[in-house]
């Protein structure tokens, strides 16, 4: 029988165990630090057989203006129990949870574009899109400094356009634990290195990411800009029928 609750601390070595079997590209310690951040009981919900769980979905809360919003991270079930409808179970579940709470809409980043296709079956359709740009290193005019968590979280802040959806300070934080943070005197931009390629995950203000891909010792850029053809985000709107041009989203806990 599955049974589909809420997360609590006795599942973690569970959790962590699904997340290393789905994301094997993840860092032991980025996973650790985003279930310290995470609310656990409140914002993991779990499907559980034997007492073991199984499938899991992070159901991690956004804001946008006054309305509540529902994102959708590191979704995922034992390979050994794959094909059996159990994450769609979940999902379910956990929009049903969302609509009784009076959230607007559910959005999520799918990893994959054949995913598109899967979520459109919950009635999740584009939301936002975004652009790729590639380029090679050049210099700076400009005095480029590393950030943490804490600076980023507070320069983000100042630099978001008002049409943009509100991530809590705890997530913008744990994003930044996990890559490289460039700012400069009009801009900042979370940053992952590898290899020797700078990818911009998200540039807010005026900077050169070729200067910002210098400075981080790297010889190329990929630059995820937003408002672009690609997907990016898709979304399901529950009622809320104002909200059906896209506001800033840029952040992604991909």
Wanted: net charge negative; glycine share 8%; charged share 25%.
């Amino acid at each position: 029988m599955i049974v589909k609750r809420p997360a609590f601390t006795a599942d973690l070595p569970a959790i962590r165990e699904i997340w290393s079997a789905a994301f094997p590209e993840d860092s032991a310690s980025d996973r650790d630090r985003f279930l310290k951040t995470v609310r656990l009981s409140e914002e993991c919900l779990l499907a559980v057989e034997n007492g073991t769980p199984i499938s899991m979905v992070f159901t991690l809360p956004v804001t946008y203006g006054t309305r509540r919003l529902q994102y959708i991270y590191a979704a995922a079930t034992l390979p050994s129990h794959r094909g059996r409808g159990l994450f769609a179970e979940l999902l379910n579940t956990a929009l049903s949870q969302a609509r009784e709470q009076g959230v607007t809409a559910s959005f999520l980043r799918p990893a994959e574009l054949s995913l598109v296709r899967y979520y459109a079956r919950f009635g999740y359709r584009p939301w936002c899109g975004c652009h790729t740009e590639t380029g090679e290193a050049g210099p700076s005019g400009e005095r480029i400094t590393v950030l943490s968590p804490a600076e980023f979280t507070e320069r983000r802040t100042a630099l978001l356009p008002t049409d943009a959806v509100g991530w809590e300070p705890r997530f913008t934080a744990y994003a930044a634990s996990c890559g490289l943070v460039l700012g400069t005197e009009r801009a900042v931009a979370l940053c992952y290195v590898q290899g020797e390629t700078l990818f911009i995950k998200e540039l807010l203000g005026d900077a050169d990411p070729a200067a910002l891909s210098a400075a981080a010792g790297c010889d190329r850029y990929v630059w995820r800009r937003m408002n672009g053809d690609e997907p990016f985000m898709l979304w399901l709107p529950f009622e809320d029928e104002e909200l059906r041009a896209a506001p800033y989203v840029g952040l992604a806990l991909d």
